[in-house]
């Protein structure tokens, strides 16, 4: 018998993967994200620009956010259509929460704390949100430049 497939209006990709909350996890999840973007044939520039944003998420992650045998989870989504990432990042410290560093005083020339700038040039939006129970997720909205 033949029957009528319901139509689908979405043909949005999603990955999501539980890793390790170490810096071999931090890795996999740059990796991981490159892989899972190419095999979905997304352009090759918000690709680059998601591994950067997932490589800084994940190594916060892992840096600021890890609580002795948590892992975190690195979450994907793509909708191609409209050319929208949201890549997701969630760790279980939720009392620790990202800031952008100040972009003057005494600090200005420290060796660390540029990562969430990077997010925020790369990402066309980024926040921090709840990961209930007590973690946190940040995200980052990634979109690409409408055809010409």
């Not at 975190?72 to 793509?78: I, N, P, S």
Request: with cysteine.
């Amino acid at each position: 018998m033949n029957h009528a497939l319901p139509h689908v209006t979405s043909l949005t990709c999603t990955f999501t993967q539980l890793l390790s909350s170490t810096r071999r996890g931090a890795r996999l999840a740059r990796l991981l994200a490159v892989n899972e973007l190419r095999s979905w044939g997304a352009p090759q520039d918000l690709t680059e620009r998601a591994e950067i944003v997932v490589a800084e998420l994940a190594g916060n992650a892992v840096l600021h956010g890890r609580v002795p045998g948590r892992c975190f989870r690195l979450t994907l989504a793509l909708d191609p259509p409209s050319g929208r990432l949201l890549a997701e990042v969630s760790d279980a410290r939720g009392e620790s929460r990202p800031q952008l560093p100040p972009a003057t005083g005494p600090d200005v020339l420290g060796t660390g704390g540029r990562g969430l700038m990077l997010v925020a040039a790369l990402a066309d939006h980024w926040e921090t949100v709840p990961y209930p129970p007590s973690g946190k997720t940040v995200r980052a909205v990634l979109l690409t430049p409408a055809p010409r």
